[in-house]
């Protein structure tokens, strides 16, 4: 039985690795992970493969649902427009901006 690590499978079924991996994650496709990489049987990349052309999808680009999945996205953002970004470039200012000592005031009085 031929096994096939994430890339080679990724190139067998003409799909990104990352979309793969994300397949997985979700057990929309069967696969192993017996370490730290995931490892696919070639008998279950056809019944993938077979199973898309008896639904009749041509593109398996559906995400996770996040209750069947441990994978979360973090690069979420709010949809804004210019107001939004400056927002983000004031934060961004605010965080690279020097930072200076408090100077000691006199304590003479006139």
Aim: hydrophobic residues 30%; aromatic residues 8%; proline residues 2%.
């Amino acid at each position: 039985m031929k096994t096939y690590d994430i890339h080679q499978a990724a190139k067998y079924l003409c799909m990104s690795a990352s979309h793969l991996g994300q397949l997985a994650r979700c057990k929309r496709i069967k696969a192993a992970k017996p370490g730290k990489r995931w490892v696919f049987l070639e008998k279950d990349l056809v019944e993938y493969l077979d199973a898309l052309y008896s639904s009749g999808v041509n593109t398996p680009q559906q995400g996770c649902d996040e209750e069947d999945s441990s994978w979360h996205c973090t690069n979420v953002g709010t949809s804004g427009g210019l107001a939004s970004r400056l927002q983000t470039v004031k934060e961004y200012n605010k965080l690279l901006a020097r930072k200076t000592r408090s100077r000691h005031k006199s304590m003479k009085t006139t």
